[in-house]
């Protein structure tokens, strides 16, 4: 099996690629159009120099040749998404070069070349299930692309989906797309070809296009291994076609013949001047790169300590692991933000549909702060819960909540000492069951203090109190 990808990640600019409509998502068709964008005879291109400053942070993010000069080509097809007849693309030279990304697999490094990086604008979209006849919604046409090239080093549809999982990572992290699947910011093109085993010649390939989730991708490259075997195998060949994929019959319906460069009829646009970006300019996109993924797992796990299944978590996307280290920052203690985080927050964030940490009204330096509180014995763990919903619904700090609603720990060994008493003496039936040996009986008594104390019980002096009343 080989296989190579197509990423086509839709920009964050905040104008389109060659005019100066903007681009966002879920507005009323056509209302984020002009005559630039609907292909009207006449009108004159401007590049987005924004656009060309993401495009190049991407191509050194993944250790590519920055081009000094890159042109801008038209690539004609005929579809009625594509109002001028050609699509302005980037052919030879692109902006980006000879980059590589290594992915880990069944706990096993591959490194995965990419052959390029190039701009383009993004076609618009039809409709086919809202009229008899097909719309056409021009908003998203027009819209910053950057194509992201693999070359065919993928040797299974899990290396493809941990590809694709790393492009978007990076993507991210640069913020250079919001890498939204299902609004189709972030799609690709899967292509596959068989060849026996030992040989070195490339079967023929066939493309799969614009699947937005890594489920499709891996269902789709399987059916269409499976399929080329079973045509290989009964003595067929395999015919160079392009392909989409329907999820709701887990199969692949041909859309055309693939066309070659050759059909595309490129040509440099004699409206638009040559990109070029010097030295200089790659220097100063260079300093502004964050810490990329890889290298922050790296330091996550040499810092603090933490499992490499925690740190996968952590650092899956920027804003959680900003989240994380600026929490840690305030409480000093990694493994129990960790827990947190993964736990608590995550929940919180996937409850009120959020994309983002720093969206709850919890920022990291009052869960901090709670974390200081429990860590202090200023409340105890099981209470904490209930403290971290009400910091998020009435947005408060932890000790405000805390004093509020009573929750501070008791830690008075009077006080404690008649509760332990009141929970023993009302159970005497588990209290011989526990002399007799069942010690696992600990739990359950544990487990009745903590709900006469509303949780506030300290459960290190409870235990010491306990073990003396139950001898």
């Given at each position: 099996?080989?296989i190579?990808?197509?990423?086509?990640?839709?920009?964050?600019?905040?104008?389109?690629?060659?005019?100066?409509?903007?681009?966002?998502?879920?507005?009323?068709?056509?209302?984020?159009?002009?005559?630039?964008?609907?292909?009207?005879p006449?009108?004159?291109?401007?590049?987005?120099?924004?656009?060309?400053?993401?495009?190049?942070?991407?191509?050194?993010?993944?250790?590519?040749?920055?081009?000094?000069?890159s042109?801008?080509?038209?690539?004609?097809?005929?579809?009625?998404?594509?109002?001028?007849?050609?699509?302005?693309?980037?052919?030879?030279?692109?902006?980006c070069?000879?980059?590589?990304?290594?992915?880990?697999?069944?706990g096993?490094?591959?490194?995965?070349?990419?052959?390029h990086?190039?701009?383009?604008?993004?076609?618009?979209?039809?409709?086919?299930?809202?009229?008899a006849d097909?719309?056409?919604?021009?908003?998203?046409?027009?819209?910053?692309?950057?194509?992201?090239?693999?070359?065919p080093?993928?040797?299974?549809?899990a290396?493809?989906?941990a590809?694709?999982?790393?492009?978007?990572?990076?993507?991210e992290?640069l913020n250079?797309?919001?890498c939204?699947?299902e609004?189709?910011?972030?799609?690709?093109?899967?292509?596959?070809?068989?060849?026996?085993?030992?040989?070195?010649?490339?079967?023929?390939?066939?493309?799969?296009?614009?699947?937005?989730?890594?489920?499709?991708?891996?269902?789709?490259?399987?059916?269409?291994?499976?399929?080329?075997?079973?045509?290989?195998?009964?003595?067929?060949?395999?015919?160079?076609?392009?392909?989409?994929?329907?999820?709701?019959?887990?199969?692949s319906?041909?859309?055309?013949?693939?066309?070659?460069?050759?059909?595309?009829?490129?040509?440099?646009?004699?409206?638009?001047?040559?990109?070029?970006?010097?030295?200089?300019?790659?220097?100063?996109?260079?300093?502004?790169?964050?810490?990329l993924?890889?290298?922050?797992?790296?330091?996550?796990?040499?810092?603090?300590?933490?499992?490499?299944?925690?740190?996968?978590?952590?650092?899956?996307?920027?804003?959680?692991?900003?989240?994380?280290e600026?929490?840690?920052?305030?409480?000093?203690?990694?493994?129990?933000?960790?827990?947190?985080?993964?736990?608590?927050?995550?929940?919180?964030?996937?409850?009120?549909?959020?994309?983002s940490?720093?969206?709850?009204?919890?920022?990291?330096e009052?869960?901090?702060?709670?974390?200081?509180?429990?860590?202090?014995g200023?409340?105890?763990?099981?209470?904490?819960?209930?403290?971290?919903?009400?910091?998020?619904?009435e947005?408060?700090?932890?000790?405000?909540?805390v004093?509020?609603?009573?929750?501070?720990?008791?830690?008075?060994?009077?006080?404690?000492?008649?509760?332990?008493?009141?929970v023993?003496?009302?159970?005497?039936?588990?209290?011989?069951?526990?002399?007799?040996?069942?010690?696992?009986?600990?739990?359950?008594?544990?487990?009745?203090?903590?709900?006469?104390?509303?949780?506030?019980?300290?459960?290190?002096?409870?235990?010491?109190i306990?073990?003396?009343?139950?001898?």
């Open positions: 099996m080989v190579g990808l197509e990423v086509h990640a839709q920009l964050l600019t905040k104008t389109k690629l060659f005019c100066g409509c903007t681009t966002p998502f879920g507005d009323p068709p056509n209302t984020h159009v002009c005559p630039g964008c609907l292909g009207m006449g009108t004159l291109p401007v590049t987005n120099r924004a656009a060309v400053e993401m495009a190049v942070a991407m191509g050194l993010a993944i250790g590519c040749r920055i081009n000094h000069k042109i801008f080509n038209r690539k004609h097809y005929f579809y009625p998404d594509l109002p001028a007849g050609y699509q302005i693309s980037q052919h030879n030279p692109p902006i070069e000879d980059g590589k990304l290594t992915v880990t697999v069944n096993e490094e591959r490194v995965i070349g990419v052959n990086i190039h701009i383009e604008e993004d076609a618009g979209k039809l409709v086919h299930d809202q009229d097909s719309l056409f919604d021009a908003n998203r046409g027009g819209s910053a692309l950057i194509e992201i090239v693999s070359k080093d993928m040797r299974s549809p290396e493809a989906r590809y694709l999982a790393g492009i978007k990572e990076i993507l992290y250079v797309c919001d939204n699947m609004e189709g910011s972030l799609r690709c093109d899967a292509n596959i070809s068989l060849r026996p085993k030992g040989e070195q010649k490339l079967g023929t390939k066939t493309e799969t296009k614009n699947m937005n989730s890594f489920k499709h991708l891996e269902k789709a490259l399987e059916y269409e291994a499976r399929r080329q075997e079973d045509v290989l195998r009964s003595g067929g060949k395999i015919l160079q076609q392009t392909f989409l994929w329907d999820p709701n019959k887990n199969c319906i041909p859309m055309r013949t693939k066309e070659s460069a050759d059909d595309y009829r490129y040509f440099p646009d004699p409206n638009l001047m040559p990109v070029v970006v010097e030295s200089e300019f790659i220097e100063k996109v260079r300093s502004t790169l964050p810490e993924p890889r290298e922050r797992r790296g330091r996550f796990e040499r810092d603090y300590g933490l499992p490499s299944n925690a740190v996968e978590v952590l650092t899956s996307t920027r804003c959680i692991a900003d989240y994380f600026q929490c840690v920052s305030i409480c000093k203690d990694a493994k129990s933000a960790s827990n947190w985080i993964m736990t608590d927050i995550m929940r919180m964030m996937n409850d009120s549909k959020l994309e940490p720093f969206e709850l009204k919890v920022n990291p009052k869960l901090g702060e709670l974390i200081l509180l429990i860590n202090g200023g409340v105890s763990a099981k209470a904490a819960k209930k403290v971290l919903d009400l910091m998020e619904s947005d408060k700090d932890a000790k405000t909540v004093s509020q609603q009573g929750l501070e720990q008791v830690s008075d060994s009077g006080a404690l000492e008649t509760i332990v008493k009141e023993v003496g009302a159970h005497p039936g588990e209290v011989q069951r526990y002399k007799d040996g069942d010690k696992k009986l600990t739990g359950f008594f544990m487990g009745q203090i903590m709900k006469a104390s509303k949780g506030t019980a300290n459960p290190k002096e409870v235990n010491a306990l073990n003396r009343f139950l001898g």
